[in-house]
């Protein structure tokens, strides 16, 4: 058998040819699988974007009643008259169309005071400084009793559809601590009492959210609140907060008899010390020696008729109001997003190098 030159060299050509789509369909074959799989990353990291935004927005009443969450800009709403002196708010404070702020002093407010002009003209407020003059916003108080209405109806409706994730408890003669834990798997843990009264000498509600940090606790009074704690040490504060929960993620709902004193503080504000945000829209708010770690929304700041008469934070009354509530995402959230772009910038990078 003969074996010509022009043979091998045609032998040589199909086995180069052979090999080089062989390797052709090799490439094609790991680019198709580094596509597939930068899909599937990418797919993944999408569906964990749609899972942890909500989530991330959430971990504060706010957030969870679903309205604008104009009131999380503010420490005090009055939609009736509200007196202030001797004390100190760190706090934006709104005032509602035809009421007014009565603040004799001596007294700071640390924050902004909104109303509407009528709200500005009948208000009275000497020998005491406010970090910035009186604001005229009627508008933005319209918002505000919107958001308020929202957020009553949400506490409401979170309590009907509570189920396992809600309990009665007896907090009527607190002497020693009791804890309220968030129950792991709920997005609200709500506690329902007839009344709570924190008696002086080491009573104290404990606010647990370790099993559930991100949660928000309702604490719902059908009757009144009363916390007279004044002594027992700077250690023992009428109300504590653990397991990383905040002031934001707790709602102390008030629900008493309309025109009543509803909300009540004496003591000692060393350790009447209250941590959360007090929701109590048709009773009276008559607090004294109290540090109120939180927000108050009070009378009929809802733009509603209710009962309410007044609203009192007076004789060494302090109120230190959390941040303005921003629907910013958590650091988990822009972790994920920074992580879908440099997967996205590898495969297009991967396509130009293949072409």
Same mark, same amino acid.
């Given at each position: ?67 604008? $969450?104009?009131?999380?800009?503010? *420490? @005090? &709403?009055? /939609?009736? =008259?509200?007196?202030?002196? +001797?004390? #100190?708010?760190?706090? %934006? ?11 004799? $002093?001596?007294?700071?407010?640390? *924050? @902004? &005071?909104? /109303?509407? =002009?009528?709200?500005?003209? +009948?208000? #009275?407020?000497?020998? %005491? ?23 009553? =109806? ?34 609200? =843990? ?166």
């Amino acid at each position: 058998m003969r074996i010509t030159l022009q043979n091998m060299q045609r032998g040589v050509t199909g086995m180069h040819s052979v090999t080089e789509d062989g390797m052709k369909a090799a490439t094609q074959t790991t680019t198709s699988r580094v596509q597939r799989a930068g899909r599937t990353i990418c797919n993944g990291i999408l569906a964990a974007l749609i899972c942890a935004t909500p989530c991330a927005f959430g971990g504060n009443i706010f957030s969870d009643a679903g309205g604008a $969450g104009a009131e999380g800009s503010f *420490g @005090v &709403v009055s /939609g009736v =008259t509200f007196q202030t002196n +001797n004390g #100190s708010l760190i706090a %934006t404070v709104g005032i509602e169309s035809n009421t007014k702020i009565q603040a004799t $002093g001596p007294g700071t407010i640390s *924050g @902004v &005071v909104y /109303g509407s =002009t009528t709200a500005q003209t +009948n208000s #009275s407020i000497s020998n %005491t400084t406010v970090t910035n003059a009186p604001y005229v916003n009627a508008p933005l108080m319209s918002s505000v009793a919107t958001s308020i209405s929202q957020l009553a =109806t949400w506490a409401s409706t979170s309590t009907t559809n509570a189920g396992s994730c809600g309990q009665t408890v007896d907090l009527s003669n607190v002497s020693s601590q009791i804890t309220l834990a968030a129950k792991n798997g709920c997005a609200v =843990t709500v506690f329902n009492a007839a009344n709570v009264n924190i008696n002086n000498g080491g009573g104290q509600i404990k606010i647990d959210g370790s099993a559930n940090p991100t949660g928000v606790v309702i604490i719902n009074v059908s009757g009144t609140f009363k916390s007279q704690e004044s002594t027992g040490g700077s250690s023992v504060f009428a109300t504590a907060l653990s397991g990383g929960i905040t002031s934001d993620q707790i709602l102390w709902n008030l629900t008493g008899n309309a025109g009543q004193n509803n909300f009540q503080t004496s003591g000692n504000h060393a350790e009447n010390v209250l941590y959360g945000d007090f929701l109590d829209l048709a009773g009276n708010v008559n607090i004294n020696e109290v540090t109120v770690n939180g927000r108050i929304f009070g009378g009929n700041s809802d733009g509603n008729a209710d009962g309410s008469t007044g609203m009192s934070i007076v004789s060494n009354a302090y109120l230190n109001a959390p941040a303005s509530y921003v629907a910013t995402p958590e650091p988990s959230t822009w972790l994920l997003v920074a992580s879908g772009a440099l997967v996205l910038g590898l495969l297009h990078r991967h396509r130009k190098v293949s072409a």
